[in-house]
C-alpha cells in the first residue's frame, strides 16, 4: 500500500542539520507513527514520503520554508522577571511554556535576560534551518 491522505504510516527517521550533526534520530528506538495529510508531521517530509510505500528508504533536504518556517520577529517578546513563577528558573535556553488566549500551550525559549526584561523568542528552536532527513518507511495502513 502506498502513502496517501489518510493513510497510518509508521517509519523512522535521523535528523541532521546543516553542518551533518545528528539532532534527532528514532533508528534503534521506537518509530514514529502519524496520519498522512494530517499536519502531524512537517510538510516537506510529509510531501516527500507520500505515494512511497513500506520498505522506502532515502535522504533528503528540507528548506526552512516547509520544515519549521522561518522566524517571525512578532514571536520575539519581553516580560519582566516579576512575571515568572519562583519556581522558573530565569536563564537564557531554559523553556518557559504559558498559554495563549485560546487556552493553548506555547513554549518559549529564554534567549535573553537583563536586570529588568527577560526576551523570550516563540519561534521553533529549528526554525530558519535547513534540515537533512534519513527516513525509512515500515508500515502503511
Not at 92 to 118: L, Q
Amino acid at each position: 500500500m502506498r502513502i496517501k491522505k489518510g493513510s497510518r504510516v509508521t517509519f523512522h527517521y535521523e535528523l541532521r542539520d546543516e553542518k551533518g550533526n545528528v539532532l534527532d534520530s528514532t533508528f534503534g528506538g521506537e518509530p514514529v507513527i502519524y496520519i498522512q495529510g494530517e499536519g502531524e508531521i512537517i510538510e516537506g517530509l510529509e510531501e516527500f514520503m507520500e505515494g512511497e510505500e513500506p520498505g522506502f528508504e532515502a535522504k533528503v533536504t528540507i528548506p526552512p520554508e516547509k520544515a519549521y518556517g522561518v522566524s517571525n520577529d512578532d514571536l520575539i517578546v519581553f516580560a519582566g522577571p516579576e512575571n515568572f513563577d519562583d519556581n522558573v528558573e530565569i536563564e537564557v535556553g531554559s523553556a518557559v511554556e504559558t498559554e495563549d488566549p485560546e487556552g493553548n500551550t506555547v513554549t518559549f525559549r529564554i534567549i535573553e535576560v537583563t536586570e529588568d526584561k527577560v526576551y523570550l523568542d516563540g519561534n521553533h528552536p529549528l526554525a530558519d534551518q535547513t534540515l537533512d532527513y534519513k527516513v525509512e518507511v515500515l508500515e502503511v495502513h
